[in-house]
């Protein structure tokens, strides 16, 4: 019977360091998938995301990209982005000259712009970011296994660059950790459908300290998450948890519960005084050099 054989490379995302950070699996040259087989590779391989990576289908881009978790496709995320750009450059699939490029995703371009190729830093430019609605704290607190007293005072709210993610700001890193979501608790406040996981953190004197779990995603706890940390920066920013002023940089700590220790980087942009945009950085390391064989 006649097969098919696809390469991919397995990185460490928001990190300098082998097996610390968030995994990835890029399959730098997906054309002949479909969609059930890129959703069958991304739970088998059963990373937090997987990247599957496509000629560009406009002059602009670079390359398209198609990003599954464990159980569904995703219009955007951090990881894979950062990662799939760290993959690009070093496949020689990227000029040695240029300075950045444009990935096409589900949500649109997504510009990256590049800091460094040694060692490797990237920033994404994090698509449109918008509020949602306001949740009960206490029920949040009491979906985290955590007291509402534990929480600080400003709302549990949902905020999101493509992927909505509810927002829970406790006062301290040790509450952050001691936090057991209650799945079905999730689902009866935030169903997938209105969420696709929930954000606790704690400020912190450069940024947060947080965690995030999207269970309803088939992602239990999240090593790091991208996508988050745009809205992050705007949550912070708009309940006065961070400076308003141009060119703040804000460090994301995560997946350091699950001794995967990520840093995420966020540079905010305002313009007169209203937050214009965030760029989202990070390095990645490659790990894994593999193949899968299909049918």
């Known amino acids: ?133 306001i949740y009960g704290r206490a029920d949040c607190a009491a979906a985290l296994g955590l007291s509402v007293d534990e929480l600080l005072d400003t709302p549990a709210r949902a905020a999101g660059a493509g992927n909505p993610f509810l927002f829970v700001a406790a006062r301290t890193p040790d509450a952050v950790d001691r936090a057991v979501p209650d799945v079905a608790a999730i689902e009866r406040i935030a169903p997938g459908s209105a969420v696709t996981g929930i ?21 239990p706890e999240d090593p790091a998450t991208g996508s988050a940390t745009g809205p992050l920066a705007a949550y912070m920013a708009e309940y006065g948890l961070c400076e308003r002023r141009e060119g703040l940089r804000l460090l994301n700590e995560q997946g350091v519960k699950m001794r995967r220790r990520s840093t995420i980087h966020a540079l905010l942009h305002f313009s007169g005084g209203t937050l214009d945009h965030v760029e989202v950085g990070g390095s990645a390391v490659r790990v894994i050099r593999g193949s899968v064989t299909l049918p």
């Open 1 to 133: 019977m006649p097969t098919r054989t696809y390469d991919y490379l397995g990185l460490d995302v928001f990190t300098g360091t082998a097996f610390e950070g968030n995994p990835l699996a890029v399959f730098p040259d997906a054309r002949g998938l479909s969609d059930s087989e890129m959703q069958t590779l991304a739970r088998e391989l059963n990373l937090s995301e997987s990247s599957f990576v496509f000629p560009p289908s406009t002059p602009e881009l670079l390359a398209d990209l198609r990003i599954f978790t464990p159980g569904v496709e995703v219009p955007f995320a951090g990881h894979p982005t950062i990662g799939t750009a760290f993959a690009l450059c070093e496949l020689g699939r990227v000029p040695a000259d240029a300075a950045g490029f444009v990935l096409g995703e589900r949500i649109g371009p997504v510009p990256v712009r590049l800091e460094s190729r040694e060692p490797f830093s990237a920033w994404l430019r994090t698509p449109p970011i918008s509020f949602g609605p």
């Open 199 to 219: 954000f606790v953190f704690a400020p912190s004197a450069g940024g947060a300290y947080s965690r995030m779990f999207a269970p309803l995603a088939g992602v």
